[in-house]
Each structure stands twice: as C-alpha cells, then as structure tokens.
DNA sequence: GGTAAACGGAGATACCAACTCCGCATAACC
DNA sequence: GGTTATGCGGAGTTGGTATCTCCGTTTACC
C-alpha cells in the first residue's frame, strides 16, 4: 500500500475555478440568508453570485444540505456566547449580556433566526447544535435566579419565547429602525428583574406614527 | 319618470337561496379567516361554507373586498373597547384592561391581527376604522402616564409594537398552548409600570421542553 | 311550466420555487 | 498546442398553489 494510494476519501480535489466558486456559493449564501432568510431560493443565492443554478446544485445537492453547512457553525459561536456570559463575575450582568447579544445576532442574521427559533431546518447536526446550548442556557438561568435578582418565576423556555418576541420586533422593524428592538428588549429586562428598584430609561427613541405606517405596509404575516 | 324608473340603485333583491348563501359565505369568512388569517384562499371558504367557488366569486368581486366588508366592524369593536377601557376610575386599570382584552381579541382571531399589524389589507374604510382608533389610544396612554402608573417614557407607537410581540407569541404557541401569551403580557406590563412595587406571578406556568419542541415544529417563518 | 337567476366545480391562467440537462467553455495534464 | 475530463450557464421541466372564469345543470319564482 503505498501513500498515494490511501483506502478512504482519496478525492479528488476540485478543479481550481470551481473550487472558488464554491466558496462564492458559500459567501453568497451568508449574506443572502441572513437579509432574506430561509424564503430566498437557491437561485437568488446563485445569482448574488454571479453564478448559474447549476453551479450550486452540482456542489450542494439541496438546500437543506447548503443550510446545515452553514448554520451549524453560527449555532456554536451562540452557545460559545451563552459560555463567555456564564463567566461574567454578576450573574444578572451575564444574563442580560447573553439576552442583549443573541438578540443582536437575531437581528442581523435571519437565517439564525429562523433556524434557532424553528426545527423546520437543518437535520441532525443543527439539533445536535441546539442541544449543547440548552444546559449552558439553563444553568445561566439558574445562576441569575439564585443570586436573587432574577425573577424567581422565569423559567429557561421563558428564554425561547423573549428571544421570538424581540425577533419579531427586529423584522417589524427593519426596514425603518433596525435597532428599535432594543427598546422592547428594555422593558422586558425591566420586567424580568426581581428586585423593585428604578427603571432604566427606555432606549432607542420609539417609533414616530409615519414610520410606524411604514412598517404596517412592508409586513405582510406568514401564511 | 315612474315611480318603477328610480334613478339610482333600485337593486332588485337576491332570490332566497343566494341570500341565504350570501350570509353563508360572510359567516364562513368570518371563521376560516379568524382561524388561518388571510393566507386563506377563497376557495377554502367556499368548501366551509358548503358552496362552490364559483357562487363566492359571484358575491365579492375578490379576496380584498370580502376582507374590507369583514373587518370595518369587527374595528370598529376594538375602538369601543378602548373607549371602554377610557371609562374605567384607575387610569391602569383602563390600560391593562385595554391590553389585555385586545390581545385576546387578536389570539381568537388571527385576520384581525393581520388587518391591525398590516395595512397590506383592506382599503380605504379599514384604514379609516384605525384612523377612528388612534386618538383614543393616545388619551388612554396620556391619562395612564399622567396619573403616574405609566412608565413616563411610554409613547403611543408602542402599543403598536407590544401587540405585535404578544401576536407573535400567541401565533407561535397557539397549538399547544393558546393562553401562554398572557405570561409575556404579564412580564411586559411589569416592565411598563412607573412605580417600582412588588412583581406580579407570571400566569399561566412557562411551557415545558417537549411543548416547545412541538411550537418549534409548527412554526415556519414567513417569507 | 316557463324563465331568469343562481349554482357547482372542473379547469384555464398565472405564478413561483426546486431542480435537471446538455451544448459550450476552460483548467489541467502531457 | 492539443486533448480530455471537469465544470459552467441558464433555459426549461416539474410540481405545487392561488385566483378567477365558464357553462351545463339546478332552483326559485310567477
């Protein structure tokens, strides 16, 4: 058996043009993605790179396999975020930090939206992604609770159901105020913290009525 | 000119059997569009109702103008709920009651959530059924603030945007649990009171893992 | 019983996303 | 430079869904 010959996985590598195209593909689908989420077609991917379907269908055979490459990755760097939370030294803090970064990646990529806050995408490996999150979540609830400055009634699916409340805020909101979902993430901290103490001031500014009517006419619900 | 010669609209009245389905048809839109919100076809409605497509396109030119002749009134019915909640003594009180029944308004009936959120639907009269509402609302918060139980930076836009989060959590749990929204209601109004008193306990209990397993299955984003 | 009105629902039309196919291009190798 | 396998483009096929029409049949009304 000589070394070039090696049992499993000798394949070939790809001719060099295609090989950049496939990391065009790659780049393409990020960005597409994360602007449009799940709703844009292989084709929309294809064209932002400056590439034909078919290019993309010879490399991936679909595009729940495109989503699985790319999302697993961006699943991870969220628990690695739940972790580094988990180390700042007040509990309260760290919740809050972890709440106020996912929402942020919520709100610039809705392709992790979207994968996170359904299981209608990506197969085994992305759940698998899912599952390492959940302890790290929880034990970052819990640690918040016991210090006695989070409400003693939140629960760790609670951190679900905030996380799709101001998402949907950010997607009501994008086109006109892209950071308004802050304002709402505000007063549920505000509402979440067991002590009785100040409020903190509201921020960003809220909508005016004009921009409000903007946002009424770019949503149109899910069917 | 006979009294037979009336100039304008002397429509000769529908024979009894197409009334009869007229009505059919306005009470099965009223039910498949509460049920599935807009995203329901014409067609869907006919088979509710027991009548072919055909007999529904002979009564309403299309989709819009069944929609505008279904929802004046039903805003109609929101507004006076606000004027309502404008009644009560405790300016607070008038507010969560606002709140609180509006949201169980748009959790039974997910068309006139779409209509409230998005003003892809309906014309010229739904617009102006929401224009009749605006002012109301505003004293509602005004009162509320002025009384000093309403958070001071609280404007009127964002009623708009908690209606929208607590749709989004009764849409996306409404499988399993139809009533959860009233938690996040409970953790927003904790959020939005000005003075800095106990928490109320969050009502109903969080949901379980499976159960969110099983809202994360059913909820496809929109595209 | 005669007639106009209404009915039913198959099917025309339109749209859209997923995916395939094959003639043409070109990188790789000698 | 010539040969060949590999890759490319994008029109076209497939499949699904929603809107709306048409006409042979049925029904209300006088």
Chains 1, 2 share one sequence.
């Not at 790290?136 to 159901?161: H, P, Y």
Request: net charge negative; hydrophobic share 40%; glycine share 6%.
């Amino acid at each position: 058996m000589t070394r070039d010959t090696v049992p499993v996985a000798t394949v070939r590598p790809l001719r060099r043009d295609a090989e950049l195209n496939r990391r065009k593909i790659i780049e393409s689908a990020r960005v597409v993605f994360s602007e449009r989420g799940f709703g844009a077609t292989l084709d929309d991917i294809a064209h932002h790179a400056g590439l034909g379907v078919g290019t993309v269908y010879r490399r991936f055979p679909g595009k729940e396999q495109l989503v699985e490459a790319m999302f697993v990755e961006r699943m991870d760097e969220v628990r690695e975020l739940a972790e580094q939370a988990l180390e700042e030294a007040d509990p309260w803090e760290g919740f809050v930090t972890f709440l106020t970064r996912t929402a942020e990646l919520h709100s610039d990529d809705r392709g992790l939206r979207e994968v996170m806050l359904s299981n209608n995408f990506g197969q085994e490996r992305v759940a698998a992604a899912k599952e390492r999150m959940i302890p790290i979540a929880v034990e970052l609830v819990r640690r918040a609770k016991a210090s006695g400055q989070l409400r003693a009634d939140f629960e760790e699916t609670d951190l679900a159901i905030i996380h799709m409340m101001i998402g949907s805020v950010a997607e009501y909101t994008q086109e006109v105020r892209p950071e308004l979902w802050r304002r709402y993430l505000g007063v549920l901290l505000d509402g979440l913290r067991a002590d009785s103490g100040e409020k903190r001031p509201l921020f960003p500014e809220p909508l005016d009525l004009p921009s409000l009517d903007v946002a009424m006419c770019a949503w149109k619900p899910r069917h």
